[in-house]
């Protein structure tokens, strides 16, 4: 079993550059199935999330060529089945995306009902709806949906409240439709954005992505582009975190300043220098007190979801007691038993945290319980005196590329290594 370990105190210093952005990319590359010529993206991340992508679309007969590390090939044209398949993609939450590809191409999808984080319920209501207002039956059956059309009508879907992958999979759907689809109450995260642009592009009819109304005219055919990712708001904000709650001092590169206001406007508050220059943001917290903040998140525009370990992380190291709120999802707070490990003080009630600053976190070793979670256990080993040893690092690797090697070159003392299971070792007497 492999082991993140970090030795803490130590400042982070100097330049990081972002890498393209997870829940970008596993859209765009789910979408080339709308395709109907070869199609390249560039500044893929190099995360295993899009590797699982790959192996899923191989399995299913596209030619996927690996140009470099961030950049990919894609020839759907060659799948036949719209079938995906089990155990590749039970384990993200983005395989739900070949649902709204494979029906908006083949009228017809087999998909097995996606994992990802364990954040609480997350079922799929809200994509099956959309779905049906154009013209899909669905059931599910042996851990699968299957959802099936004869033909594609655009209409007019009403999202109960802002989902991301119901937005993505509605303009999945709708891409090739007859006529005209409005989405109302969409999802306005950077993502929706990048996925309406790469689909415009190709020759798509995509017009208000990043607003709550969507509208979009289907069209016959798709040609093959070029493309590349957008920045990773959210490693962005990691990094930034990760260079207060160290005392830091780092210019984060390669990011789009807009998509970071709402963590911008939050470090801040806290008391946390940030300058924002065109494609790069410079981080300070060498001196001065954290200051107590409360945070509520929200959808887009909003202070991100998957920002909330991180930053409830450095609230434990603030002047007085602090209130975060997380609705989003039913539980998002399992990392803060692992912080108490740490010396933190923060208490959660619900989707409710209570976080009481503490002089200092104690390294101890803790378990990434979900990706954003993990990213906190490392902010928070950065931050801690002695060393942090953090298990089940895969769910980090879902989505920071490298981040033992970014971190390492802005002085901190982190590395991966090897640890035979118990199991192992039993076997190894
Ligand atoms: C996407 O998940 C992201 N994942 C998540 O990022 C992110 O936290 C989330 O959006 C919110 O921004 C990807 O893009 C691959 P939702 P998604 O649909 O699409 C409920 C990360 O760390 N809901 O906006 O699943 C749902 O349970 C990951 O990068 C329904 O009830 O999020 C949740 O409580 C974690 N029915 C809330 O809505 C539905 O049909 C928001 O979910 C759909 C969603």
């Known amino acids: 079993m492999e082991k993140i370990v970090i030795n803490g105190g130590h400042r982070l210093r100097g330049e990081v550059a972002i890498s393209g952005a997870k829940n970008a990319a596993v859209a765009l590359v789910a979408a080339t199935i709308l395709c109907d010529e070869p199609c390249v993206i560039e500044n ?48 993200m939450r983005a395989s739900s995306y070949f649902l709204g590809t494979l029906l908006g191409r083949f009228h017809e999808a087999y998909v097995p009902l996606p994992g990802g984080c364990d954040l609480g319920d997350r079922p799929i209501d809200q994509h099956l709806k959309a779905f049906s207002v154009l013209g899909a039956t669905d059931d599910i059956q042996n851990g ?11 209409g ?7 989902t991301v992958g119901g937005t993505m999979n509605a303009i999945f759907a709708a891409v090739k439709a007859q006529g005209l689809t409005i989405i109302e109450n969409a999802a306005k995260e950077p993502h929706i954005v990048d996925l309406a642009n790469f689909l415009n592009s190709m020759g ?12 979009i005219r289907g069209v016959e055919y798709l040609k093959g582009i070029t493309y590349a990712v957008i920045p990773d ?29 709402s963590i911008t406007a939050k470090l801040r508050t806290i008391g946390v220098s940030v300058e924002e220059f065109d494609e790069s943001v410079r981080v300070c917290a060498t001196d001065g007190l954290f ?29 007085g007691t602090s209130t975060v709120v997380d609705d989003i999802f039913d539980n998002r707070f399992r990392y803060a038993s692992e912080l108490r490990r740490m010396s933190a003080d923060i208490q959660v009630k619900g989707t409710v945290a209570t976080i009481t600053g503490v002089k200092r976190l104690t390294g101890a070793p803790v378990r990434a319980t979900d990706l954003r979670a993990g990213a906190a256990m490392v902010i928070a080993g950065l931050a801690a005196e002695g060393t942090t040893e953090i298990s ?38």
């Not at 009819?205 to 607003?211: E, K, L, S």
């Open 233 to 261: 708001q959210i490693e962005a904000g990691t990094y930034m975190v990760a260079a207060a709650a160290s005392r830091g001092d780092v210019l984060i590169t390669n990011v789009i300043p807009k998509h970071l206001e």
């Open 144 to 154: 699968c949906v299957h959802v099936k059309a004869d033909a594609l009508v655009g």
């Open 291 to 319: 200051i107590k903040t409360n945070i509520k998140t929200m959808p887009h525009p909003g202070f991100p979801t998957d920002m909330q370990p991180q930053m409830s992380t450095l609230l434990t190291l603030a002047e």
């Open 204 to 215: 798509a009819d995509i017009r208000g992505a990043g607003t709550d109304v969507i509208k």
């Open 44 to 91: 893929l991340p190099e995360i295993s999330d899009i590797a699982i992508c790959l192996r899923i679309f191989k399995a299913m007969g596209a030619d996927v060529q690996i140009i470099n590390k961030h950049t990919i090939r894609f020839d759907t044209t060659r799948i036949r089945e719209p079938k995906v398949p089990y155990e590749l993609a039970r384990s």
């Open 392 to 429: 089940d690092i895969y769910h980090i690797e879902r989505g920071y590329e490298g981040i033992v090697e970014k971190l390492s070159a802005l002085g901190a003392d982190i590395k991966k290594v090897y640890v035979p299971s118990d199991d192992e070792l039993a076997v190894s007497v």
């Open 156 to 162: 007019q879907i009403f999202f109960d409240f802002n």
